[in-house]
Each structure stands twice: as C-alpha cells, then as structure tokens.
C-alpha cells in the first residue's frame, strides 16, 4: 500500500557530507514516525534517527551532534543530512516509516530499498 524510495548514498571521504533522501507513496495513508537505521557488514541493524509527525527527533548517541533528520510532510518525504562522516558511519541505510491507511484505519508499516554509505579514511 505505501512504498517507500530512498536515494543520496554515495562514496566520500572522512570529514565529508551527505544528504539521504526517502519519499513515500500510496494513497489514502498518514505517516506518523519516520526514521533511519543503517547495517554494517557482519553486524546488527541499529536505529540511528526517528522523527514523530509533530517533529520530536531521537538520534543513536554515536550520531548526535553530526546528523540531522528532518521531514517535509507536503512531499512524504523524510531527510538525513549526515555531517563529519566517519568511516565507523559505513553502511546500507534503510528508510522505515509507519501511519495509518485512512479508508481502512489500519496501520501500516514500511522499509526502503536500502542505500549504500561509504566513508573512506
């Protein structure tokens, strides 16, 4: 019912800068909470930022202070704007939101594709 698209990954070096990019489409859907988590090779899927629809945000303490997430709700769309990356911050991250389908009222939940974060030293 809800897709969700995520772009802005690359290839940068230590100290550098990225914007990521996630956009959700479908119809007759809220969003409520909206976030980024990220999975290194050989380790778990870790929580990185979340942000409500009122706009309260919540970062991974290994984050705070270099990333900020950020949603413009006319276009579905939630930002990470990653700032001092280092290359411990290489990994997929994957978009995830959940809300509700209004003719239903029922909720939902979704993951992007997943976009690849590579930080050279």
């Known amino acids: 019912q809800v897709q969700l698209v995520e772009s802005g990954g690359g290839l940068v070096q230590a100290g550098g800068s990225l914007r990521l990019s996630c956009a959700a489409s479908?119809?007759?859907?809220?969003?409520?909470?909206m976030g980024w988590y990220r999975q290194a090779p050989g380790k778990q899927r870790e929580l990185v930022a979340v942000?409500?629809?009122?706009?309260?945000?919540n970062y991974a303490d290994s984050v705070k202070g270099r990333f900020t997430i950020s949603r413009d709700n006319a276009k579905n769309t939630v930002y990470l704007q990653m700032n001092s990356l280092k290359p411990e911050d290489t990994a997929v991250y994957y978009c995830n939101a959940g809300g509700e389908i209004y003719i239903y009222g029922s909720k939902w939940s979704a993951w992007g594709q997943g976009t690849q974060v590579t930080v050279s030293s």
């Open positions: 942000i409500t629809s009122g706009g309260s945000t």
């Open positions: 479908g119809s007759s859907f809220s969003i409520n909470a």
